[in-house]
């Protein structure tokens, strides 16, 4: 098991890396990570939904993704309360102090899963959350040490060397636990460093010097990260300038499923800008992306709050396009009706008027793999639904795209306005089909260069390499038995 020091501190892609690293030795290696708090979610082929980082990392392993991957999935709703999803499937929505107290309820079901995660697997590759060391949190625990002592499995702890005190954090993380939690960890290794590794020789020798844990190296900053995707907002990066086609996101509060903004990123040919709160959106986007949303209407709420909805209507004006993708969708109709109340209290908001539908939100949630054509380009595209509500209207009698899942007969999918400037879709992930990204951004001007999955499994293959020259790899087999 793979812990940290603190959030974000590395350990989705080392451990996505080392998937990576001990497929290509022939092992049959799996992920596994006991809680995941994300907006960010990826659907298996059963239709349940797990953290997008263990959707990279099982593409690491070159494995079939599992809803029992990541048998529990936290999808912040509000800043106190979360939907809660259990071995892909929506268990409810609870606040943060109701979920504290009933957490350990949900440790039989990890185990489970990681049973079965474990299954004709050589090795299976833990992920922690957050760190061991938050030892308020410590009393049912199912993320950290309480799943490695239930599961009986041994801890490497990873420290995050470009964020500074990296030495307190590791000894400050042994000082702090109990001496059963302290013997669990077996070793540690220490991430992004920038410059002459050898530098800091003598940290390492002082950190095992300190806690008695052996050291399993330190890993360069890897730069090529950039090319694979975020697990949650906050690993959100800067938008990338030039390119002939702009494309402006604002950052709403609850932004969900942003991946879809990675392939675009990574176009040559594209200047992606994520406006951040406060920012007006620039004049000169071509086309406005309005991502999806965990919370649509509270969204609606802070999109009007930063005075984006009278930008977006002078972008309009000015013959810009907008796409609206899931939430952002939703939110370009005249009308968003929450009968019982599944966002908040029960009633209907007004939305941007953009497109002529309106969206009743419902208690079923629809999460399933579809594929199929845009129908202005005739272009191939594939992705996934994961949404609650539908969206009716004379707009959508203008499809964006006809869609279906599996093998059954496709569907009408989103709405165009009359003009068709004003766009909105149910699909996430479409752009990461080169077929379809490339008709669309040819619609915009543009050029696509990339094939987007073979740079990601390109990447994982460098980021493998990276680790293979950085770590002692038979120490972590050592550790890991």
């Not at 474990?118 to 309480?146: F, H, K, Q, Y």
């Not at 002939?244 to 990574?266: E, T, W």
């Not at 999955?453 to 038979?474: G, M, N, P, Q, W």
């Amino acid at each position: 098991m793979i812990q940290g020091t603190g959030s974000n501190v590395g350990k989705s892609l080392i451990v996505a890396g080392l998937c990576r690293l001990f497929a290509n030795r022939g092992m049959v290696v799996r992920p596994f990570k006991p809680q995941n708090m994300s907006n960010n979610a990826a659907v298996t082929a059963d239709g349940g939904e797990i953290g997008r980082a263990q959707a990279l990392q099982a593409m690491g392993a070159r494995v079939p993704l599992s809803v029992h991957m990541n048998p529990v999935l936290l999808k912040p709703e509000t800043d106190v309360g979360a939907q809660v999803i259990v071995q892909g499937r929506r268990a409810g929505t609870m606040r943060a102090r109701e979920y504290g107290s009933r957490k350990a309820e949900l440790l039989p079901k990890v185990l489970e899963s990681f049973a079965v995660t474990g299954r004709d697997a050589d090795l299976v590759l833990v992920e922690g959350a957050g760190s061991p060391a938050e030892i308020n949190l410590r009393a049912g625990d199912i993320a950290n040490m309480g799943f490695a002592e239930a599961a009986d499995i041994p801890v490497a702890l990873c420290g995050d060397i470009d964020r500074g005190g990296v030495i307190a954090s590791l000894v400050g993380t042994h000082t702090i636990l109990p001496e059963n939690e302290r013997r669990r960890i077996r070793a540690f290794l220490v991430n992004r460093f920038r410059g002459d590794v050898s530098l800091f020789d003598d940290g390492l020798r002082e950190i095992s010097a300190r806690t008695g844990w052996r050291s399993l190296g330190v890993v360069p900053w890897f730069d090529a990260a950039r090319h694979l995707p975020a697990e949650d907002a906050l690993g959100l990066e800067e938008g990338k300038s030039g390119g002939a086609v702009k494309v402006a996101v604002p950052v709403i509060s609850r932004i969900a499923n942003f991946d879809d903004l990675d392939p675009l990123r990574m176009e040559a040919d594209v200047a992606l800008e994520l406006v951040r709160p406060g920012e007006p959106l620039p004049g000169d986007a071509d086309l406005v992306l309005l991502p999806g949303s965990k919370s649509t209407i509270g969204d609606l709420e802070f999109l009007r709050a930063q005075g984006w909805d009278i930008d977006l209507a002078a972008h309009v004006r000015r013959g810009g396009r907008v796409l609206g993708v899931c939430g952002g969708y939703q939110m370009l109709g005249r009308v968003i009706a929450d009968p019982d109340g599944i966002e908040g209290p029960a009633g209907s908001v007004e939305g941007l008027g953009l497109l002529d539908v309106e969206t009743v939100l419902t208690m079923d949630k629809r999460v399933v793999e579809v594929s199929g054509a845009h129908v202005r380009s005739g272009a191939p595209l594939s992705g996934y639904e994961i949404h609650v509500g539908c969206t009716v209207g004379p707009d959508c009698e203008s499809a964006f795209s006809e869609i279906a899942e599996g093998t059954a007969a496709r569907h009408p999918d989103g709405a165009v306005s009359a003009n068709g400037r004003i766009m909105g879709t149910y699909v996430h992930g479409l752009f990461a089909h080169d077929g379809f990204r490339a008709a669309f951004l040819k619609d915009l001007g543009g050029a696509s260069g990339l094939a987007y999955e073979a740079e990601v499994d390109a990447t994982l293959d460098r980021l493998a390499a990276h680790l293979e020259a950085s770590l002692d790899i038979d120490a972590i087999l050592a550790v890991a038995g």
